[in-house]
Nanobody
């Protein structure tokens, strides 16, 4: 399984970005996908998932109503649409997949990771 994340960049507060994560490999499916982020000096935190143990579509409280996770099976790609971005959203964002449907609260349980894409929100 290989995951390739893209779409990060520099944006002003209130702006939008859409992250993409394309998967490949014989074992890869889009069934269970998650987005995580890690800010400098902080632990990696789960942001959203599809079909993980947290729910069919799950978001942490701080991004609810602003972020939307979706997927395109034909393109084998999962997206994270991020609107109304805030400086505190600044982080490296990672996508991951897990065959057992772990919670995004436990990043260490996820099996495969993309390389990360930097999101920087200026105030």
């Amino acid at each position: 399984v290989q995951l390739q994340a893209s779409g990060g960049g520099l944006v002003q507060a209130g702006g939008s970005l859409r992250l993409s994560c394309a998967g490949s490999g014989n074992r890869f499916t889009l069934n269970i996908m998650g987005w995580f982020r890690q800010a400098p000096g902080k632990e990696r935190e789960g942001v959203s998932c599809i079909n993980c143990s947290d729910g069919s579509q799950y978001y942490i409280e701080s991004v609810k109503g602003r972020f939307t996770i979706s997927r395109d099976s034909d393109k084998r790609t999962v997206y994270l649409q991020m609107n109304s971005l805030k400086p505190e959203d600044t982080a490296v964002y990672y996508c991951a997949t897990d065959f057992e449907g772990s919670s995004v609260r436990f990043p260490w349980r996820w099996d495969y990771w993309g390389q990360g894409t930097q999101v920087t929100v200026s105030s």
